[in-house]
């Protein structure tokens, strides 16, 4: 096991000065023993990553072995199939990290299971509360806009990222108008199936103009 000269190039000329002595050593204990305690840091992390990307971790138990239960799994947390295995990869490094094995199949997909309730949970977003305060803030006709969407779109407001006024403008420039624009509102906020797995109402205002068009 060596420390690498590109490792060192890259603490050197990425790092501020005053952490590289520490970043060196976490980078070392992660070399040496497959973990470090700067594991979760995030100022440390493009560094260990670099140590974990040369030593190649265990192989997990396949968990896309049974898409049937991936996909119930997804439907469960509303959330789609390739956001399911981004999650599984975060999921293999956590147990890895931690030394945490399963005995079979039926461990490992019941552990992710509960695993990623937890995670969303911690990743939950208060869209409400950052809504309430751009409404607060909104003028004219992006704040007669966000009324609208309160009132009659509540499940968007109160669950999506509304679209800025400079993504307005683009909506228009692609030809949506503002009644072509809140009939598609409606039918997202009406469609549950769609809007559950959508977080940004602008993107899902174009997906289903794309689709039209």
Not at 10 to 36: C, D, H, W
Not at 62 to 75: G, Y
Not at 149 to 158: E, I, P
């Amino acid at each position: 096991m060596t420390f690498k000269k590109e490792w060192w190039v890259a603490v050197n000329t990425q790092a501020p000065k005053s952490m590289r002595p520490k970043i060196i050593y976490a980078m070392v204990e992660k070399l040496l023993f497959g973990e470090s305690k700067e594991d979760d840091n995030v100022n440390y992390m493009p560094f260990l990553s670099l140590v974990a990307e040369d030593n190649p971790k265990d192989v997990a138990i396949d968990l896309t072995q049974d898409k049937t239960r991936l996909e119930a799994i997804c439907m469960q947390n509303s959330i789609t199939y390739a956001d399911c295995l981004n999650y599984i990869k975060e999921f293999n490094d956590f147990n890895y990290s931690r030394d945490i094995t399963h005995k079979n199949y039926a461990e490992a997909i019941n552990h992710f299971s509960n695993w990623l309730r937890q995670q969303i949970k911690r990743e939950q977003i208060d869209y409400k509360a950052i809504n309430d305060l751009l409404l607060k803030d909104a003028k004219d006709d992006y704040k007669h806009f966000l009324s609208w969407v309160r009132s009659m779109a509540k499940y968007c407001y109160d669950n999506m990222t509304m679209p800025t006024k400079a993504e307005i403008q683009e909506l228009k420039d692609m030809g949506i108008s503002g009644n072509i624009a809140t009939d598609i509102i409606r039918k997202i906020e009406l469609n549950k199936a769609f809007r559950s797995r959508r977080r940004n109402l602008f993107i899902a205002i174009k997906e289903i103009w794309n689709c039209k068009t």
